[in-house]
């Protein structure tokens, strides 16, 4: 993804107001004799169980058959495809039943998961609502424009803004803005949605033996943050913006429905009526102090790890450093990380394979096509398509001073 695609760049538009180490005494994590990973699925079950089936995790009732085998889904599942429920209500079920075998099915975050519950739906499918839509779903619409238009109104009369005379938004364009679902699909994947409440319980990196599996990639500026300190500061941040936003939306100064850009936009707003305020008060009331800190946070979400381009949802440089220049740099990084590997997802290859850098210490999964990787016994990797393996150790792709396939923007 260039950069003018990121949600920095639409974020900078509004105007913004302006580690641990694994000791090497300690043990090796003893990992599963056989560790799957599948990568992004962006709402295309026929990719996804294609995938599974390949490498004979589920039947054809797509029930668990993987026993006591790890399987990792490396994020960005979300987006684009038709299918995304359909694609969740799988793998929430498929988590039950391979724990219930003596298995594992972790799924991670990737920065479009993340993008949907800060609300930035610009690439789902508008197919995709339709699927959340009931026989409310007209009812709703109707009353969510409502919605928008009493708070328009009475935002711009907080911010003393002429009212009177004023023409009201187009209708129109407001409900072929909000398909019918769109308004469920939000609701559903909020801190309150059973689907929201799923996606802020997955972990953004997991390790399982000597293998760490994320979205993105690791930024030498982060090598010293082993997974845990990866995950927890992901959970922080969205709590933050959760937290945040339901201030926002009890005080009136945002909608239930409101994106992260919508937040941005309102912040902005309040935080220049505060200034007013001291300019003609002197000061503000402790709690109008409290509020403008908490909008202040907001206002930096930019360094937030839900969004930095240099964050492990949304790093792309592990693709396309050079194995000339970049190799120590690798062998530093896993070392620190006390791992052989990383598995990556997030940038996809023009030639639909799995593929490995470094002689296999870095194994892109984001195929584009169903595939799986497969490590058997921490060691023997493999790539799985639907017409036959391909052995992957000890394999160097990039050779030449750049990567062999450039990667995909996305």
Known sequence: MSLDRTPLAWLAAVALLGGTTAAAAEPEVVGPSRLVAVGDVHGDLDHLVTALSTAGLIDSERSWTGGNAVLVQ????????????????????????????GGRFVVLL?????????????????????????????????????????FRRKRRLDLGQRVEGEQSEDETAWLAAHPPGRLEYIDALGPGGSYGRWLRGLPAAVRVGRTLLLHGGISPANMDLAETDINRRIVDEIATYDEI???????GIALPTASLQDLVYQALNQLKLYQ???????????????RARQLEQLMHCSEWFLLNPDGPLWYRGMAVWTED?????????LD???????????????????????????????????????????????????????????????????????????
Not at 75 to 101: H, I, S
Not at 325 to 333: F, G, I, S
Not at 347 to 354: A, N
Not at 380 to 405: C, F, H, K, N, W
């Open 245 to 251: 936003k339901a201030t926002m939306i009890a005080d």
């Open 325 to 333: 220049e970049h190799t120590p740099l690798v062998d530093t990084m």
């Open 74 to 101: 490396v994020g960005d599942f979300l987006d684009r495809g038709r299918e995304v429920r359909q694609v969740m209500d799988l793998m929430m079920r498929l988590e039950r039943e391979a724990a219930d075998a």
């Open 110 to 150: 990737g920065n479009h998961e993340v993008m949907n519950i800060l609300g930035i739906d610009r690439d789902v499918d508008p197919e995709a609502y339709l699927v959340f839509a009931d026989g409310e779903s007209e009812r709703r619409r109707h009353d969510g424009w409502q919605a928008q238009e009493r």
């Open 276 to 290: 007013a305020r001291i300019e003609r008060r002197g000061r503000l009331s402790a709690f109008e102090s409290a």
């Open 336 to 410: 620190t990380l006390d791992v052989d590997r990383l598995v990556l997802g997030h940038t996809e290859r023009y030639d639909g394979t799995i593929h490995t850098r470094f002689t296999g210490k870095i194994v892109f999964v984001d195929s584009g096509l169903p595939a799986a990787l497969e490590i058997q016994n921490g060691r023997l990797m493999e790539a799985i398509y639907p017409d036959g393996r391909v052995v992957l150790e000890g394999t160097s792709i990039a050779t030449t001073g750049q990567a062999a396939v450039a990667p995909r923007e996305k």
